[in-house]
């Protein structure tokens, strides 16, 4: 049996500025742009992966979710208590440097940790932390 991941979720509350984020500073590439009921889903991933996505979708994305639970979410995505991502790249530090031009907001500047990795922390328009890393060079 092989089981591979094809999908992961993020939410966001402003889908162009997500795309913009996502597209432009990450240089994701946008694979799908759908919406239903009066909600919106887009996929993003890397052309290096293209069977592996990143679902950008509202805080509470199931049309039956009470107004209630919305205003929950909202608050959590706000305060950045939702999950991120963690990608892995080829040289942290020039990443570092590009999604900081791009204006992504840094947690933490390119740093050795003592689990064998280097890496660096951003928060996307939305508040989700991502984080970047690479294993440290000998």
């Not at 009470?66 to 959590?76: F, I, K, P, Y």
């Amino acid at each position: 049996m092989d089981i591979k991941l094809s999908q992961c979720f993020i939410a966001v509350d402003d889908h162009d500025k997500a795309i913009a984020f996502y597209r432009d500073a990450l240089g994701l590439e946008v694979r799908n742009d759908v919406s239903y009921e009066g909600l919106r889903w887009v996929t993003v991933g890397s052309p290096t992966q293209p069977g592996v996505e990143i679902v950008l979708e509202p805080p509470a994305a199931d049309p039956a979710t009470s107004s209630t639970d919305r205003q929950v979410m909202a608050e959590l995505l706000a305060k950045g208590l939702l999950r991120g991502v963690i990608f892995s790249t080829d040289d942290v530090d020039t990443t570092f440097e590009r999604v900081r031009a791009a204006g992504g907001e840094v947690l933490q500047e390119p740093v050795d940790q003592p689990y064998g990795v280097r890496d660096c922390a951003f928060r996307d328009p939305a508040g989700n932390m991502l984080r970047f890393n690479q294993p440290r060079r000998g």
